[in-house]
């Protein structure tokens, strides 16, 4: 059967995931549309190596080898997993460490806080979506690597649908340089307001920073801090 040109990208990630690095398929998508991979213009470099073309096959690289696009995040991970089981590759799950540790160190979240309780997660669920599918309407890797940190930030800063986020930038608005904590209700106040620990307003503060800063191209980190930010409620 003919591989499809688009396999090369999945073969990189593939040989990514294999490798355990916290290389996504975002990475791969990016990489390739800004040329750190030579995926679009590859003909010119085949051109190269084959050098001309000859008689017996009159076509250039340029007809042979050159994508028309770059395909999705999701068709990119679901054809690296549909190769893995055409060749009969027993995968792994993803790197989740290296994963969640990449995402933590990405939104400026304190690590060994809340890794040691996402890992703890992790291995007592050990959900089947951490494994590569040939499913493209499965949900992606990734998109679960970050529910499981969602889980550990809840419970670790104590976010319960209580609308906090939504208090503190109000009365953040409003304070004029005070304590935006001190109008708050007891029961809803932060924990670590008045402290020196990463508290639970430092947090949802963090986010909203990296969320501002994040390019919006960058969808591997920063489509996931604006669903932290609404997760709680």
Not at 106 to 125: G, T, V
Request: with cysteine.
């Amino acid at each position: 059967m003919m591989l499809p040109v688009y396999s090369t990208l999945s073969v990189c990630f593939l040989a990514c995931h294999i490798a355990r690095e916290a290389i996504l398929p975002t990475d791969i998508y990016r990489w390739a549309m800004e040329g750190k991979l030579p995926y679009m213009a590859a003909f010119t470099e085949v051109d190269k190596l084959l050098g001309s073309s000859v008689k017996h096959c009159p076509l250039s690289a340029r007809q042979l080898f050159r994508p028309v696009r770059v395909i999705g995040t999701w068709q990119l991970e679901a054809a690296a997993g549909s190769i893995a089981q055409r060749i009969g590759l027993q995968l792994p799950s993803v790197n989740f460490y290296a994963i969640a540790q990449r995402y933590l160190n990405e939104l400026s979240l304190p690590i060994e806080r809340i890794l040691p309780h996402a890992c703890r997660i992790y291995e007592w669920a050990l959900p089947a979506e951490l494994w590569l599918s040939s499913n493209p309407l499965r949900v992606p890797t990734r998109v679960c690597v970050m529910a499981i940190l969602i889980v550990a930030l809840r419970v670790q800063y104590n976010i319960n649908g209580q609308g906090i986020w939504e208090e503190i930038c109000e009365t953040g608005r409003n304070a004029d340089g005070s304590d935006p904590d001190a109008n708050l209700p007891p029961s809803k106040r932060p924990e670590g307001g008045t402290s020196e620990e990463f508290g639970t307003r430092e947090l949802l503060c963090t986010l909203a920073s990296a969320y501002d800063k994040i390019d919006v191209a960058h969808v591997s980190c920063s489509h996931w801090t604006k669903y932290l930010l609404v997760v709680q409620n």
